[in-house]
């Protein structure tokens, strides 16, 4: 099966800092997420972006399909940032069946 | 417009017992699948259910099995649970008539397994 790899596993940061998280993918995608999860579990919706670049206000992605793989930069990071962001990736010729990474466990300190 | 609902929030099971676990997908949507998430793990697929039947399964047990109800809804039942089966299960749901969409998840269901 397709396979998910996202760097680095953890980062740590100042509050103020901008980091860039980077996933890569063995096969083409027909949809690629960016989730993150907050401390209680919760999985929240940050983009869908299979192809092309996306803002959303101090977060943006980007993803190269050609290249298999996508970018999250997260500006001026902020404590309530903190957190563990997947990437997910549904491959070509499946339906909906998201395959994850593992994760980047992101700490940012006040 | 509600969002996918799962309950219970939290369950804590004994080694053997049983559980169902049940979610309300997002209004709209008529697709659901299940992922499990072992502490410090991404997701992992259980299945998916559309129009009622199980129509993609990832490398679970048949101890895991599921419903779909005719309003969608779906439930997960777990048979002869064991310490590892302890996890976060996510319900995710999404619209079958639109498949390049986005997949939204619900808050979990945290089972303790003792």
């Known amino acids: 099966g397709i396979q998910v790899e996202q760097s680095p596993p953890d980062l740590i940061l100042q509050e103020g800092a901008n980091s860039t998280l980077r996933c890569n993918f063995s096969?083409?995608?027909?949809?690629l997420q960016w989730f993150h999860q907050n401390p209680w579990g919760q999985l929240i919706n940050l983009f869908y972006?299979?192809?092309g670049t996306k803002q959303n206000g101090r977060l943006s992605a980007t993803t190269v399909a050609t290249e298999r793989y996508s970018l999250l930069y997260i500006s001026s990071s902020q404590t309530t940032d903190s957190g563990v962001y997947f990437c997910?990736?549904?491959?070509?010729?499946?339906?909906?069946?998201?395959?994850f990474g593992k994760g980047t466990l992101l700490t940012v300190n006040p | 417009d509600a969002g996918v609902t799962q309950s219970p929030t939290h369950l804590i099971k004994t080694r053997g017992q049983q559980v169902t676990l049940r979610c309300s997908p997002k209004?709209?949507?008529?697709?659901v699948s299940w992922y499990q998430q072992a502490l410090g793990q991404g997701p992992q697929f259980i299945f998916q259910?559309?129009?009622?039947?199980?129509?993609q399964r990832g490398n679970f047990p048949d101890r895991f099995s599921g419903h779909q109800f005719p309003n969608y809804s779906s439930e997960l039942n777990v048979n002869a649970l064991l310490l590892g089966d302890s996890a976060l299960y996510l319900c995710?749901?999404?619209?079958?008539?639109?498949?390049?969409?986005?997949?939204?998840f619900g808050n979990g269901t945290r089972l303790t397994v003792t």
């Open positions: 995710a749901s999404s619209f079958e008539a639109r498949p390049l969409s986005p997949l939204h």
């Open positions: 096969d083409s995608v027909n949809n």
């Open positions: 972006i299979p192809s």
């Open positions: 997910a990736v549904v491959p070509g010729g499946s339906n909906y069946k998201l395959t």
């Open positions: 209004s709209g949507h008529d697709t």
């Open positions: 259910y559309y129009e009622e039947e199980e129509r």
